[in-house]
C-alpha cells in the first residue's frame, strides 16, 4: 500500500513540476489535431446503406441463399458495372492506364464498400463517399447490379432446361409420328379404328347374321373384319397402346417447356429492400473528436515517457561522471 501511495505520489509531482510542458504540449496536440483533422487535409465522408433479404435464390449445393448472395456481391461484374456507371476512376482521381492503376481503383472501391451479413441473416450494404448522393446511388446501383447478375445467372441454367425440354420434345414427337404413321396403315389396310369396340361390334354382327340368315355378302365382310381382328388386333392394340404413353410423355415434356420457357423470360429481381439507402446529412468519417482525443492522449504519454527516462538518468548516473564532478 505504501508503494502504491509512493507511485502516485511520484507521479504527481512529476505532472506539478512539468505541468507548463504538459499544457504547451496539450494545447500544440490539440491544435493540430484540429488542423489535420480538418476538410482540408481529411474529406469527410458520408455513410450510405441498404438492408437486403434474398428473394426467388435458389441456393446451391449446402449455401443458404444469405451466402449465396454475399458471394454474388463480391461478383467483379457488380464492382465493374458501380465503377462505369459513376466514373469512379475519375471520381477517386485515379489514372486506371498507368501501373498498378486498375489494382489502386479496386482497392479504393473495396475501402470505401462493405458488404456483410447481420445476425438476422440479412445483408447490409454500405458506402462511403464525399458526395452524400453519390454514397446512396452507389448503394441502390450494386443491388441492382445484383438482381442483373442473379438474373443473368438464372437464365443461363434455365436455358440448359429449355434445351433438355426441347430435345426431349422433339424425340417424342418424332416417336409420336413414326408410331402414327404404323397406326395409319393399320387403319388403310385392315379398317382397324378401335379394338375394343370393333370386336365387340364385330361379334355382335357375326352372331346376328347366323341367327338371322344373313346374306352371304355381309357374312364375308364380316369374316374378313374377324380375321383382321385376330390377326392384327393385337399388334395394332399394343401399337395404340405405345402411342398413348408416348403422348403423355410428350404432352409432359411440352408443360415442362412452356413452363422453362415462361421462367426464361421472367423479369424477376432476387432482393427484398429492407431498409433502403438514403443521402446521408451527417459525416460519418473522419470522428475528429477520436482524433483528437488520441493525438492529445499520445503526445502527453510521449512527453512523460521522456520525462521518466530523463528523471531517471538523473537518479541513476552513468558510472564515472560523478569521479569526474568531484574532480
Known sequence: MNEYLESNRYFINLFVKWKLHFIVVTIVALVAACVFSSAFFIPPKYKSFALIYPSNIIPYSSETPSEQL?????????????????????????????????????????SNVEVRRTQFNSIEIRVFDTDPKLASDMVMEIINALNVKARSLQRE?????????????????????????????????????????????????????????????????????????????????KTKQTLDITLNSFNTAKLEYDQALSDLNK????????????????KSYPVRWLIVLISVSSANFFLLFLILIKDASKSNPVPGTVEKANE
Open 267 to 282: 423479369e424477376l429481381t432476387y432482393t427484398n429492400i429492407v431498409s433502403k439507402p438514403f443521402p446521408a446529412d451527417k
Open 157 to 237: 441454367k434455365t436455358k440448359e432446361v429449355v434445351v433438355i425440354f426441347k430435345n426431349l420434345m422433339d424425340t417424342k414427337k418424332r416417336q409420336v409420328d413414326s408410331i402414327d404413321a404404323v397406326l395409319q396403315e393399320y387403319r388403310v389396310k385392315y379398317q382397324l379404328l378401335d379394338y375394343d369396340i370393333q370386336t365387340e361390334e364385330v361379334t355382335k354382327s357375326y352372331y346376328k347374321a347366323l341367327s338371322g340368315g344373313a346374306r352371304k355378302e355381309n357374312l364375308k365382310d364380316i369374316d374378313a373384319m374377324m380375321r383382321n381382328l385376330e390377326e392384327k388386333g393385337g399388334e395394332y392394340y
Open 70 to 110: 454475399l458471394q454474388l456481391l463480391e461478383s467483379a461484374d457488380i464492382r465493374n458495372a458501380v465503377v462505369q456507371k459513376f466514373g469512379l476512376a475519375a471520381h477517386y482521381d485515379i489514372d486506371t492506364t498507368g501501373d498498378a492503376g486498375y489494382t489502386d481503383l479496386v482497392n479504393t472501391y473495396l
